[in-house]
């Protein structure tokens, strides 16, 4: 009878485990797989982690070891019949919270549920030949902190995943090496990559056959897949975006795919709780610009003082909004509706562009592409033509229509202080309508995090006759900066989530009014 009851219990610790460390999975999956970001965020959500529920399972274990020390079968049949209780009680309360990024079962996923089977296909073993009261004690140890047991089955995965991994980049390397005629042109920056890119490639497509990095892949395994996957004899240039957390990331890429261009948009205070200084940014970023060969080229924004202040070695071609630089745009005129300026090439020849595209940054995009397309051969009327197919970039300044009438300005995917800046410029340029923000912040901007906060909060003021922050903890800086600008305090709310914030937007909006998403922070933030 003991023995069933032990399998028993340990059928419905699997169930719950499963329940559990799905979204501890989840978030270390929205972190990218780093284990040390994963336990930082344990260490910000300790109330999520020890949740009161999980406190259920004391009293088992308590008569388990009463048990142990006095071998008595009442306190045994005690145990078993609250552990079982117990774990269907922490099942059936244990609700998933709505994920704004689904959580995706990947081969990697797969091998992490396969070792969790391995191990408790073990314990299983050890209760049914050994000592199975020890067992449990361990397994019960396991449910109280089952977000740590995701951290323990990522550190045992890890010398696989390693091998797996160098796997995929030698494939990748391998047809990169077998593709002579190709060209790489890389793009990085801490704004400005993901627009950038597609900008460059709507251009050079018209004139070569092209493949970019789809969506947001920036990261090393995004770009090895990219190429394993979707890389072709025809393709004559790869567009790659190169993202980083750590030093050493973008060269870890350009070790791979070894660009012959390299675009680099901006270098500011991006990630910060990672790279903890802005000189590991600069020089993180700088490490595609050194990656170029010595007949390589980069384009550089020349209006950002970060990127003046460096020492580029290899062949600058300068993109800006003034004539210090090699491109630049001029007789800008912009509105709520896009924009019209003329981009001045080295000759002294002018492109007149017009765009639907928002926002000054755009601008200065769009200026990169144009360096990049004049340098690859292409004519005006390519360029010109490359420019009328671009899109925005989904949820990032994207302009939607509600069925109402209102408009939406989609800067959800936005991350930094510079981007974000721009969209309240945008959001301001509506001046004949009732502007509303939705925001929870900026993140990852380490010990600057709450100053850089504050100053959005103030500048958000400036732009916006209605603001909903999104996490009350969250927002502290920014509402600090709301009230330093003596803004109405009625013209303020503060909501839970970002449900919450939608039924306040409802309540508020007309047809005669914008709402600007400004970031949208995935689960692991809030």
């Not at 704004?100 to 990947?106: E, H, N, Q, S």
């Not at 970023?285 to 924004?301: H, M, R």
């Not at 409802?506 to 949208?520: A, H, Q, R, Y």
Request: proline fraction near 3%; hydrophobic fraction near 45%.
């Amino acid at each position: 009878m003991e023995r069933f009851l032990v399998n028993l219990s340990l059928f419905f610790v699997i169930i719950y485990f499963y329940k559990v460390t799905k979204k501890g999975l989840h978030i270390l999956q929205l972190e990218n797989y780093y284990l040390d970001r994963y336990l930082s965020w344990m260490k910000k959500h300790k109330a999520l982690i020890f949740r009161k529920m999980s406190f259920v399972i004391f009293l088992p274990t308590l008569l388990l070891i009463l048990s142990f020390i006095f071998k008595n079968k009442i306190l045994v049949f005690s145990f078993f019949a609250f552990e079982i209780l117990s774990l269907i009680f922490m099942i059936l309360k244990f609700k998933n919270t709505p994920e704004k990024k689904p959580f995706v079962v990947t081969a990697r996923v797969r091998r992490m549920y396969f070792t969790y089977l391995v191990i408790f296909l073990i314990l299983i073993t050890l209760a049914n030949i050994v000592n199975y009261k020890l067992i449990l004690l361990i397994v019960n140890i396991f449910v109280f902190f089952s977000y740590f047991f995701v951290f323990i089955v990522g550190v045992i995965n890890k010398p696989i995943e390693k091998i797996i991994r160098r796997g995929f980049i030698n494939k990748a390397k391998k047809k990169l090496k077998d593709m002579t005629n190709l060209k790489v042109i890389g793009v990085t920056g801490s704004y400005g990559k993901t627009s950038t890119k597609f900008i460059v490639n709507s251009i050079l497509s018209q004139k070569y056959n092209t493949l970019v990095t789809p969506e947001s892949y920036n990261t090393t395994m995004g770009v090895v897949r990219t190429i394993n996957e979707n890389l072709k004899p025809i393709h004559e240039l790869f567009i790659c975006e190169m993202g980083a957390k750590y030093v050493g990331d973008i060269k870890e890429i350009t070790d791979i795919v070894n660009p012959t261009y390299g675009v680099l948009t901006a270098i500011g205070p991006q990630h910060l709780d990672t790279f903890k200084t802005l000189d590991n940014v600069k020089k993180t970023k700088l490490e595609l610009i050194d990656s170029l060969p010595e007949n390589g080229i980069a384009f550089v924004n020349w209006e950002d003082p970060n990127i003046r202040d460096t020492d580029i070695s290899k062949k600058a071609i300068k993109y800006g909004l003034s004539n210090e630089a090699d491109y630049y745009a001029t007789n800008i005129n912009s509105n709520e509706r896009g924009s019209s300026f003329d981009v001045v090439l080295p000759s002294g020849k002018k492109i007149f562009i017009k765009t639907k595209l928002l926002g000054k940054l755009n601008i200065l995009n769009i200026v990169a592409g144009v360096a990049v397309g004049d340098t690859f051969g292409l004519n005006e009327d390519e360029i010109k033509l490359g420019i009328k197919y671009i899109r925005p970039v989904p949820h990032r300044l994207e302009l939607k229509q509600n069925p109402n009438g209102s408009i939406v300005i989609d800067d959800a995917y936005n991350s930094n202080i510079n981007g974000a800046n721009m969209a309240l410029d945008v959001l301001k340029s509506f001046t004949h309508k009732k502007r509303v923000l939705i925001t929870p912040g900026i993140v990852e901007l380490g010990d600057k995090q709450n100053e850089i906060n504050e100053k959005f909060g103030e500048k958000a003021s400036e732009s916006a006759d209605f603001i909903i922050l999104v996490g009350a903890n969250q927002t502290i800086p920014i509402y600090k900066g709301i009230e330093k600008k003596k803004f109405p305090k009625n013209k303020v709310f503060i909501a839970k989530n970002l449900n919450e914030a939608l039924a306040k937007m409802g309540e508020i909006i007309t047809k005669d009014t914008v709402i600007l998403f400004e970031n949208d922070l995935p689960d692991n933030y809030l």
